[in-house]
Structures are given as structure tokens and as C-alpha cells.
């Protein structure tokens, strides 16, 4: 695998490894928005950044993995929930690069539970710590811990990836793609009025935030919160940036780094639970333009930018981004809920 170096940039990054197919295009939704009949919506394709180390964790990883095999690691260390898409990806990446992988996983593995990003992470070879949720919220982080003491018993070495590969490495990611992505609007011959994304651990749209102040600064970045309310990903951004500015100290720019925007009010039941109108916005997309999107991240997202829409909050814009940050195999797992909320059993 090759080492590349990233793309032009004011930022001094740090090394990546080539991991996802780059760039991924930016397509407009030709259908849909004549159907909308407002701004033009555009779809920027991070769910084709491999098929199956699909989606946005393919660019934070780039950027956390070369670290860990820069630092001689042979253990990868993660978490999250029993369909992680990131647990997922590090899973088949570490296989692809001849690492142990362990995943601490939220919830209890069961018949039937082994599917989607669940079935793919026991294919890939990556050993499944199972916790039940109020175990994982109390013990995820000694568990991990406990397994990286292990591992360095044995004379290995381990790298521990916070939830998502949100963390100051897997930040570069979404700055990365901020570049990508400004080169893709002067190709296009349009600027944003806003770019939006799903926000889930809150670094894919921190990077936009950050990548974006520098490379197309007038271009706004809102996340769609699925699960934690705007608050908590306020304090989780400043957090974050804070520990991203002391890693590797980046130029600030002039008036300091812009507060993040967050949408918090279509996060539904839950984490992870989607209304039936979720399942409507993901079968119109998918009938509409051939798009498919999940109902724990990217269909909550685009649903809430439909809302948005028909609220009048994009009044005036021409032009609107959505990324596509993957996660088809989480649609998997709830296709009684789909079909359900489609009405499928009543045909
Ligand atoms: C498909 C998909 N989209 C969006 C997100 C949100 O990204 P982030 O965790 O960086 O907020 C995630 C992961 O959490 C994801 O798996």
C-alpha cells in the first residue's frame, strides 16, 4: 500500500495511507430536485469510497491507521454499536493489513443479530467483545483498555480508536475532503449555499467545519444530529478541536476556528430508531434517483433536510450539498421496520 501524501493544502497534515477510492464524485439529484422544486440538490458520493470500506470512515482511518502502523502497532482497538459502520471498516482494513482486531460492541449478540456490519466484522476475522448497553456505558473504555494491556502482555502493541475514529487524527479526514470537495465546486461551477451531513461522533462534519473555514470559507457546514442533542455536540466540537490544535498545532485563523451549526430535531426515538417517515425519505430517494440511504444515519439526515426544505429554512439558496457518508448495511438489519413502515406486508 502506498503512502500518499494529501492534497495541496495550507494545513500541514499529517501522513495518510491510500485506503478509499478518491475522489468520490459529486452528483446532482436531477429528479428530485425538479420534483422539490427548490434549490438544486447535490450528492457528494463518500458512500462509494470502496464497496465494502464504504462510507466516511474509510478517510478518518486513512489518517488514524497511519499512525498506528507508524508507531509499529499490530492490534487495532475499537468501539461502538452492534452495527457500527466504523467497527466495520477497521474490522475489514485490519484484515487487509494483517492487524488483530478487537470490537467492543453495544448490545448482546443474539440469533439474528449477526447481520449487516455485524456479519461482515465476524467475516473479517475481528473479535467481538459483546456488552450489554448499560455495561457498555459504564465499562467500554476499561474494557478496551484491559484488552490493550493484554495485547502488550504479549508482546504486541495496540492502538485504541475512540467511537467513530473521531479523534485530532481522524479529523484530517473531513478537512481532507473539504479540499476535495472545494475542487469539485469550482469543477462544478457552483457554490454551496450549505453543505449538509449526518453527525453521529461528530468528527466527519468537525473536519467539514474545519476543512471548510480554510478552503471555501463563505460555504456553511450543517450536521443533522441522530442521536446527541446540539449541545452536547457543541461541547463535543470544541473538545475536539481543542485536542486536534494541541496535536498539531494548525495555523488559526484570523477571529479563531467558527462555532459548528447543528440541527438537532430530527433524531426521532433514538440512536439507532427511525420514524416510518425516515423509511418514506429513504424509498423516494432510492425510487427517485437509485440512491440508497440508512435509517440510522444518512436517511435521518436527508429527511431533516427535506423538512428543512419544506420549512423554508434553505429559502433563497440555489445550491445544496448532501454528503453521502455510506452505511447501507445498517439498512439491513431493520428491513422488518422498512418493510413495515412501507407497508409492504398489506400489498
Ligand atoms: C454512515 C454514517 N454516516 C454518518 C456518520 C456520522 O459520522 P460521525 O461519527 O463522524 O459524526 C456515521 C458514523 O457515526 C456513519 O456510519
Known amino acids: 500500500m502506498v503512502e500518499s501524501s494529501a492534497s495541496p493544502t495550507p494545513f500541514e497534515m499529517p501522513p495518510r495511507r491510500a485506503f478509499a477510492q478518491l475522489p468520490t464524485p459529486l452528483q446532482p439529484l436531477e429528479r428530485l430536485s425538479s420534483q422539490l422544486g427548490g434549490p438544486r440538490l447535490w450528492v457528494k458520493r463518500d458512500d462509494l469510497t470502496g464497496s465494502l470500506l464504504s462510507g466516511n470512515k474509510v478517510r478518518k482511518l486513512e489518517f488514524v491507521l497511519a499512525q498506528a502502523l507508524a508507531e509499529g502497532c499490530d492490534t487495532l482497538i475499537t468501539c461502538g454499536g452492534l452495527q457500527s459502520n466504523h467497527c466495520r471498516a477497521t474490522a475489514l482494513l485490519g484484515a487487509q493489513l494483517g492487524l488483530k482486531v478487537h470490537l467492543v460492541l453495544r448490545g448482546l449478540r443474539r440469533s439474528g443479530v449477526v447481520d449487516g456490519n455485524l456479519l461482515l466484522s465476524q467475516l473479517a476475522g475481528a473479535q467481538v467483545h459483546c456488552l450489554a448497553p448499560a455495561r457498555y456505558a459504564l465499562e467500554r473504555d476499561e474494557r478496551m483498555a484491559a484488552i490493550a494491556r493484554e495485547t502488550e502482555a504479549k508482546g504486541g502493541k495496540a492502538w485504541v480508536i475512540p467511537t467513530g475514529a473521531s479523534d485530532a487524527w481522524g479529523l484530517w479526514g473531513y478537512i481532507n475532503a473539504s479540499a476535495e470537495l472545494a475542487e469539485d465546486y469550482r469543477a462544478a461551477g457552483f457554490r454551496p449555499d450549505a453543505v449538509i451531513c449526518a453527525t453521529g461522533s461528530g468528527g466527519t462534519h468537525a473536519g467539514l467545519t474545519l476543512g471548510h473555514q480554510v478552503y471555501c470559507p463563505d460555504v456553511p457546514v450543517l450536521g443533522m444530529a441522530v442521536c446527541d442533542d446540539r449541545k452536547y455536540f457543541q461541547r463535543r466540537y470544541r473538545e475536539d478541536v481543542e485536542a486536534w490544535e494541541a496535536r498539531f498545532t494548525p495555523a488559526t485563523p484570523d477571529g479563531g476556528w467558527r462555532d459548528p451549526e447543528i440541527n438537532d430535531a ?66 439491513f438489519p431493520q428491513r422488518e421496520q422498512l418493510a413495515d413502515a412501507l407497508g409492504w406486508w398489506r400489498r
Do not use: N
Request: no cysteine; proline share 5%; glycine share 18%.
Open 266 to 331: 430530527y433524531i426521532g426515538p433514538g440512536y439507532g430508531l427511525a420514524e416510518p417517515e425516515v423509511f418514506d425519505t429513504i424509498a423516494l430517494l432510492a425510487r427517485t434517483e437509485g440512491l440508497v440511504l440508512d435509517p440510522v444515519y444518512t436517511g435521518k439526515a436527508f429527511h431533516g433536510l427535506l423538512q428543512e426544505l419544506k420549512a423554508g429554512r434553505f429559502g433563497g439558496a440555489e445550491h445544496l450539498v448532501f454528503v453521502h457518508t455510506g452505511g447501507v448495511f445498517g439498512l
